[in-house]
């Protein structure tokens, strides 16, 4: 599987607090079939500034890959960011150097209040100003904590694509409407947004298991098989 969103980086958000949890968190996530991890580090525009935070993600990420060595007990890590979306992202030529690596996909983060058609706006124009393809993050947060179910419709003709978390299916409240999102090809990618080995710890072998009890394997390989071919692996 591919985990397309998660704060593994250590000591730089707050995510991993140390090496030791970053190593545990990607042992966990291998263990649970990941073999592709992206690291979404935080970026909040109001209180940094790209360079530095590119310079904090590298060095994080160097001394994590220091202390992986040659192992073959870790996903493949590729390096991205989570942008809380802000006005004027789409001219914000620099958002460009956190676009995921070897991808055309810029994670973007909406403010946890209800969605604008300006933002929405914003955020599908980034597609062109910034040469990218805008994914919204974990859109099933929105629908809980805003008590909104309408937010899968209002992006639906829009050019962007779409993230889950992967607690969308494991959490019992919503894991109908998250089999239902997947059968109707509503969701783009999959993600554990995990941020430790605590509260919110890896998860993605318990979605694909959810998945798979409903009966929805075939679904969720072709699911995966897509997936796969836009990271070109
Ligand atoms: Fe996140």
Same mark, same amino acid.
């Given at each position: 599987?591919?985990?397309?969103?998660?704060?593994?980086?250590?000591?730089?958000?707050?995510?991993?607090?140390?090496?030791?949890? #970053?190593?545990? %968190? !990607?042992? =966990?996530?291998?263990?649970? $079939?990941?073999? /592709?991890? +992206?690291?979404?580090?935080?970026?909040?525009?109001?209180?940094?500034?790209?360079?530095?935070?590119?310079?904090?993600?590298?060095?994080?990420?160097?001394?994590?890959?220091?202390?992986?060595?040659?192992?073959?007990?870790?996903?493949?890590?590729?390096?991205?960011?989570?942008?809380?979306?802000?006005?004027?992202?789409?001219?914000?030529?620099?958002?460009?150097?956190?676009?995921?690596?070897?991808?055309?996909?810029?994670?973007?983060?909406?403010?946890?209040?209800?969605? #604008?058609?300006? %933002? !929405?706006? =914003?955020?599908?124009?980034? $597609?062109?100003? /910034?040469? +990218?393809?805008?994914?919204?993050?974990?859109?099933?947060?929105?629908?809980?904590?805003?008590?909104?179910?309408?937010?899968?419709?209002?992006?639906?003709?829009?050019?962007?694509?779409?993230?889950?978390?992967?607690?969308?299916?494991?959490?019992?409240?919503?894991?109908?409407?998250?089999?239902?999102?997947?059968?109707?090809?509503?969701?783009?990618?999959?993600?554990?947004?995990?941020?430790?080995?605590?509260?919110?710890?890896?998860?993605?072998?318990?979605?694909?298991?959810?998945?798979?009890?409903?009966? =929805?394997?075939?679904?969720?390989?072709d699911f995966q098989e897509r997936v796969y071919r836009v990271f070109g692996n």
């Amino acid at each position: 599987m591919i985990d397309f969103h998660s704060h593994i980086l250590p000591e730089i958000d707050d995510g991993s607090d140390s090496i030791e949890t #970053s190593l545990a %968190m !990607l042992r =966990e996530s291998r263990r649970q $079939g990941v073999d /592709l991890i +992206c690291a979404t580090s935080h970026f909040y525009a109001d209180e940094d500034d790209p360079a530095s935070y590119l310079a904090r993600r590298n060095h994080a990420y160097a001394r994590l890959r220091a202390a992986m060595g040659d192992s073959k007990e870790y996903p493949e890590i590729r390096l991205g960011a989570e942008i809380l979306y802000f006005p004027g992202i789409s001219v914000a030529e620099e958002m460009r150097g956190l676009i995921l690596e070897r991808t055309p996909f810029l994670l973007v983060e909406p403010p946890m209040m209800p969605w #604008s058609e300006e %933002m !929405l706006d =914003e955020v599908e124009l980034c $597609g062109e100003t /910034l040469s +990218c393809i805008p994914v919204i993050a974990h859109i099933d947060r929105y629908m809980r904590l805003l008590n909104d179910y309408t937010l899968f419709d209002r992006v639906k003709d829009r050019r962007l694509l779409i993230q889950v978390n992967a607690s969308f299916f494991v959490h019992h409240d919503t894991r109908d409407f998250a089999l239902e999102c997947l059968r109707e090809g509503r969701i783009h990618f999959m993600g554990s947004d995990c941020h430790n080995m605590g509260s919110r710890r890896p998860n993605m072998g318990h979605a694909a298991q959810v998945i798979r009890h409903a009966g =929805e394997a075939r679904i969720f390989s072709d699911f995966q098989e897509r997936v796969y071919r836009v990271f070109g692996n």
